[in-house]
């Protein structure tokens, strides 16, 4: 019978103390993420040698073909108990990695305690929908249960992109067939390049890292496909500011107006801490919808008024943060001192705790 590879010890310890991420660096000792906070596994301090020798044992031919070149290196590993993301990459000339569990079941909308609009969103039949948030806010979990739903609701083939792997869908309804760059496929241009020719009805690109992956995704909602996607911003405005950085000012236009017809929600989310017990984390979550005022502000180019439009946009199913905050205080999910501490504005906060809903900043006046 062959031995475990090493690692595997490390990923026990994970499990057994509850252990969302692992970080190896050479001349430090491991560290785990224990409920947000990072905290010594031991006493050994790791060489560069025993690192590299963890990361041989499964990843050996990558680690030349890839890392050894460049100095980074994204793959998943899966056990029988879990499945782990691994991020490769060379500081101070020597090797360190940083390791997530991501955890196999799909867990559903109601589990993650997202708000209902993201179902309404999933059963969209075409167009582009954009998950943002720092890394580690929960954007592929949240993108997940999107995909889950439409597993289990909708007859269609569904093609993800990613870069690793991180969630294994089964196939129910419908029929799901998941490419990884770097052993699938290049990289995810090229990926783009061929997809539409694979019968998608949905698409899910795991991020949407340069001008190229964009427009090809772009292009796939406008032939009538659903496009998922994800963008390492905070903000609906930020996520616009970020989609126009990709092209030259003289394409703005151009940009601005297939988002209006195409881009259907930006769904922004953070992570924090639940008061709840057996609820670790939860998601704050912004949505925004494209509705006609949304589309005519992005055709427009007024993006400093989507803040008003979503906050004012509650009949229509969208939500800022801080109407997010107040759920899940009011909901008993997170404590109040947490919300404040990441509420945008702690006064419009303290205000809809009270029931007193921000004035619209003349955006209805506008309209």
């Known amino acids: 019978m ?5 690692i595997t010890r490390y990923f026990d310890t994970m499990g057994k103390h509850g252990a969302s991420d692992l970080h190896l660096k050479a001349g430090s000792k491991a560290m785990l993420r224990i409920h947000g ?7 050994e301090i790791l060489t560069e040698e025993r690192i590299r020798k963890l990361m041989d044992d499964i990843a050996g031919p990558l680690m030349k073909e890839r890392f050894d070149p460049t100095g980074n290196l994204d793959f998943a590993y899966s056990t029988d108990a879990a499945r782990y993301r691994l991020d490769v990459f060379r500081q101070r000339g ?39 948030g720092i890394t580690g806010c929960g954007k592929s979990t949240t993108l997940a249960a999107m995909i889950e739903h439409i597993n ?27 490419r990884e760059v770097g052993i699938d496929v290049e990289d995810f241009p090229t990926a783009l390049k061929y ?4 019968d998608p009805d949905v698409i899910l690109i795991g991020e949407m890292r340069d001008p190229e992956t964009f427009a090809s995704a772009l292009a796939a909602a406008e032939t009538g496909h659903l496009v998922f996607g994800t963008l390492h911003t ?10 126009l950085s990709f092209f030259p000012q003289d394409r703005h236009r151009l940009i601005r107006h297939d988002l209006s017809f195409n881009l259907k929600a930006i769904i922004c989310q953070m992570l924090l801490p639940s008061c709840r017990e057996g609820v670790d984390r939860v998601p704050a979550v912004e949505v ?32 800022d943060f801080t109407e997010s905050l107040r759920q899940l ?31 619209d900043s003349g955006l209805l006046g506008r309209t």
């Open 37 to 43: 906070d990072l905290e010594p596994l031991g006493d």
């Open 152 to 178: 289990e609701t909708s007859r269609c083939h569904i093609v993800t992109i990613e870069d690793p792997i991180e969630y294994m869908y089964e196939d129910k309804k419908s029929y799901i067939s998941q």
């Open 94 to 132: 020597q090797t360190s990695v940083a390791i997530r569990q991501v955890h196999q079941l799909i867990q559903s909308f109601d589990d993650l305690h997202l708000p209902p609009s993201l179902r309404t969103i999933s059963e969209l039949a075409q167009g582009m929908v954009i998950v943002a």
């Open 234 to 243: 905070s903000t609906a405005p930020q996520t616009l500011d970020r989609i």
């Open 195 to 198: 997809v539409v020719r694979q």
């Open 288 to 319: 925004m919808l494209t509705t006609p005022g949304i589309r005519k502000l992005i055709l427009d180019g007024e993006d400093r008024f989507l803040a008003d439009a979503v906050r004012v946009g509650r009949e229509e199913g969208m939500q």
């Open 2 to 6: 062959d031995e475990k590879p090493e």
């Open 329 to 359: 205080v009011t909901e008993g999910l997170v404590d109040r001192r947490v919300a404040f501490e990441r509420a945008p504005s702690l006064e419009a906060l303290k205000m809809a705790l009270k029931g007193i809903v921000g004035g």
